[in-house]
């Protein structure tokens, strides 16, 4: 009796390692088929992360392109280039300081006209290379008295800025001059939007004053 009891409890004891067995292979199973399905949910999530950069690259590049073609370049700032006609000219008085842009041939210029006691003078230079374009000058004498100062130069950006915020943010500086009118130090300054629409603002240097203001239709 004693023996077939022992021969009961170890057959049931097999067969509990028998589903034991059997449970942990199931379960390495499923767990190899998870460890699968990751690897392969992982290497999908990297192949679309691969486009989605290579996507990003593209539109980054056209829209680099695009900008390179809505506008000039400028390393040139306005300070310098007041700066080197006074190298190229000492003891000349500049009277009108002007800057533009020709989308064109993509070439951006600062013009600098200036006298001294025998001669006049008008100067272009290239504002991306700040290569001298044009030197000029003429023997006559002048009854101006005018002197625009490397200090009159600090209000322009902020002009320029205010003029902007009147005619749109899709507005394009184009040109600007400092020039002087009856004594008053004036500032022009000229933009143009992609459709070709342009707005022109004059104001007082000194005071800031809004002089003129013509925005096409």
């Known amino acids: 009796m004693k023996k077939i009891i022992g021969l009961a409890l170890s057959l049931i004891l097999l067969s509990a390692c028998a589903k034991n067995v059997t449970n942990t292979n199931t379960n390495k199973n499923i767990n190899n088929t998870n460890n699968k399905m990751d690897a392969s949910q992982d290497k999908e999530l990297k192949n679309n992360n691969n486009r989605n950069n290579k996507t990003d690259n593209i539109n980054n590049e056209s829209a680099s392109d695009k900008n390179l073609t809505k506008d000039v370049n400028v390393n040139l700032t306005k300070e310098d280039?007041?700066?080197?006609f006074?190298?190229?000219?000492?003891?000349?008085n500049i009277n009108e300081f002007s800057f533009s842009k020709d989308l064109d041939k993509k070439l951006a210029k600062y013009e600098v006209?200036?006298?001294?006691?025998e001669r006049e003078y008008e100067v272009e230079i290239n504002a991306t290379d700040s290569s001298i374009i044009r030197d000029k000058s003429k023997k006559e004498k002048t009854s101006s008295t005018a002197i625009i100062l490397a200090d009159m130069l600090g209000g322009i950006d902020d002009l320029v800025n205010k003029s902007i915020a009147q005619a749109?943010?899709?507005?394009?500086?184009?040109?600007?001059?400092?020039?002087f009118d009856d004594g008053i130090s004036k500032f022009d300054v000229e933009l143009e939007?992609?459709?070709?629409?342009?707005?022109?603002?004059?104001?007082?240097?000194?005071?800031?004053?809004?002089?003129e203001k013509d925005l096409s239709e």
């Open 86 to 92: 006074n190298d190229l000219h000492p003891n000349t």
């Open 193 to 211: 939007n992609s459709q070709g629409k342009e707005a022109e603002f004059t104001y007082n240097l000194e005071s800031g004053e809004l002089l």
């Open 168 to 179: 749109g943010q899709d507005y394009l500086l184009k040109d600007y001059s400092l020039y």
């Open 81 to 84: 280039a007041f700066k080197k």
């Open 113 to 117: 006209e200036a006298y001294d006691q």
